[in-house]
């Protein structure tokens, strides 16, 4: 393995840290599938920024960035979440962006390649991982509070819509920085899965918050080096590591309430 | 005493519907005023209009400075969420002393500080009920908000909670507004009681205002409540 992989892998860790925090609001808020079915959208943001030649993340994020809109929208204006809506949406991106991307690309497009990425690209994602990392810090609480009572965050004077927005702007910004390592198409999992794993063993918030982001880190350090070493798309590598996390702490849930 | 919010010709209006109508009344200091009404009437959104959550019509104008407390009807949470209540008090981002939140945690009955330990997924209705109380408290509110303090809550629990609220009110000197269903309890505790049904249906004193003839026209039927002379 050659340094530059290294320096990709370590780079990943950091996406990683940073998509399961900030996954883990997701799952408070009761939106895993909308955080799931959102990296889709990327897709035709990157087709488009490939055709055009500039970077795909900035494509993505330009992407990403409508559908944000699109969801705050749709949560602060409907009483009912229309999560059919938003599957429709999703999918539909999906679909045009499949249609759109050229096809040498699409693969890497829908599954990530590690080896394709730039240092400066590299480098820039640490930076911006770690800015998600202290922003998202800044809300967690009145995030946290919101997600278990609107009316409780906004008797404290927080208007609840504004700091969802500042949220789903960092969501896309995450989903962005990862598509380029695991693809448009299970980004979404690396958002969601971190979270859901450590929910299932946490007793505390902190606990919580530290486990997602460990979690992440182990699914893309874990996930990168399996890929390598069996020679297999690194993407879905780095997928199947967090479901086993899941898997194995969803047996130390079980366990626990047995007893 | 002093008028710590005044509510003048008060309209929501939600997706096209007309929520709540022309609605006036105000709230003194030190005063219970309770809010009843059918289910629909508008009640939770009154409080939501004059907390400035939601868009309205008309006026609602708090006294200067006033601090609100604000205790929500039941929350739907996860037994499994990872928060404990030490956690959920720390959610109001300003420091809350441990000093404070014991002396809190010890006005709304809690003895000792197990309870923050806790989660509060696993909390009974009644001991839930019982933290949100505190947890408005940590505001020092000049009135407290108090949307169905009971439901969900079992009967003992309940009782003891208009107990605790009618302690806290003649210790502390705040004014409260609550929303109810049990007359009986608004009966006994409130100094003013508004019916409503999208508008003020009556409005005064509770001796003078649940009498048979507003409370059939406010929830339809024979409802008459029994007075204990």
């Known amino acids: 393995m050659d340094i530059n992989t290294l320096i990709l892998i370590f780079v990943g860790c950091f996406v990683g840290a940073a998509a399961g925090y900030l996954g883990s609001f997701m799952v408070l808020k009761r939106m895993s599938l909308v955080g799931d079915a959102l990296s889709h959208v990327a897709l035709p943001g990157m087709a488009l920024a490939i055709m055009f030649h500039i970077s795909p993340m900035i494509g993505a994020f330009a992407a990403l960035l409508i559908a944000v809109i699109a969801v705050w929208y749709f949560e602060s204006t409907s009483t009912i979440y229309p999560e059919a809506l938003i599957g429709v949406f999703f999918t539909f991106s999906l679909a045009i962006g499949v249609l759109i991307t050229p096809q040498p690309d699409l693969l890497e497009a829908l599954f990530g390649n590690i080896q394709n990425i730039s240092l400066l690209e590299g480098l820039l994602a640490i930076v911006l991982s770690l800015i998600l990392i202290f922003v998202t810090r800044i809300i967690s609480k009145k995030m946290v509070l919101g997600s278990i009572s609107k009316e409780l965050l906004e008797s404290l004077g927080v208007t609840y819509k504004k700091i969802n927005f500042v949220y789903l702007l960092l969501v896309g910004l995450v989903v962005a920085l990862g598509v380029r390592f695991v693809g448009t198409m299970l980004m979404g999992a690396l958002v969601i899965i971190p979270a859901a794993s450590a929910k299932n063993v946490s007793k505390s918030m902190n606990a919580y918050f530290i486990l997602s982001a460990i979690f992440g880190i182990f699914s893309a350090l874990f996930g990168s080096l399996t890929g390598i070493y069996l020679g297999l798309s690194i993407g879905p590598c780095v997928v199947l590591v967090s479901v086993v996390i899941f898997v194995l702490t969803y047996l130390v849930k079980g366990s626990e309430a047995r007893v | ?229």
């Open chain 2, 1 to 229: 005493m002093g008028t710590l919010l005044t509510v003048e010709n008060l309209g929501v209006v939600l997706d096209n519907q007309v929520i709540v109508e022309d609605v006036s009344f105000d709230v003194e200091e030190n005063e219970t005023l309770a809010v009843i009404g059918p289910n629909g009437a508008g009640k939770t959104t009154l409080f939501r209009a004059i907390l400035g959550l939601i868009p309205y019509t008309g006026k609602v104008n708090w006294k200067k400075g006033v601090k609100i407390g604000y205790v929500p009807q039941k929350l739907y949470i996860d037994r499994d969420l990872p928060l404990t209540v030490r956690e959920f008090f720390d959610l109001r981002g300003v420091g809350v002393t441990s000093r404070e939140l014991s002396h809190f945690l010890s006005v709304v009955g809690f003895e000792g500080n197990e309870i923050l330990g806790k989660r509060v997924g696993v909390l009974s209705g009644g001991e839930m009920q019982r933290v949100l109380i505190a947890w408005a408290l940590c505001n020092h509110p000049n009135v407290l908000l108090f949307d169905e303090p009971t439901s969900g809550v079992d009967v003992s629990a309940e009782v003891s909670i208009y107990s605790l609220l009618n302690k806290l009110h003649n210790d502390e000197k705040f004014s409260i507004i609550l929303i109810s269903h049990e007359l009986q309890i608004v009966d006994r505790y409130a100094t003013k009681v508004i019916c409503l049904n999208k508008n003020k249906v009556c409005y005064g004193a509770p001796r003078e205002v649940l009498i048979n003839k507003n409370l059939s026209e406010l929830f339809g039927g024979d409802i008459s409540l029994y007075h204990h002379h």
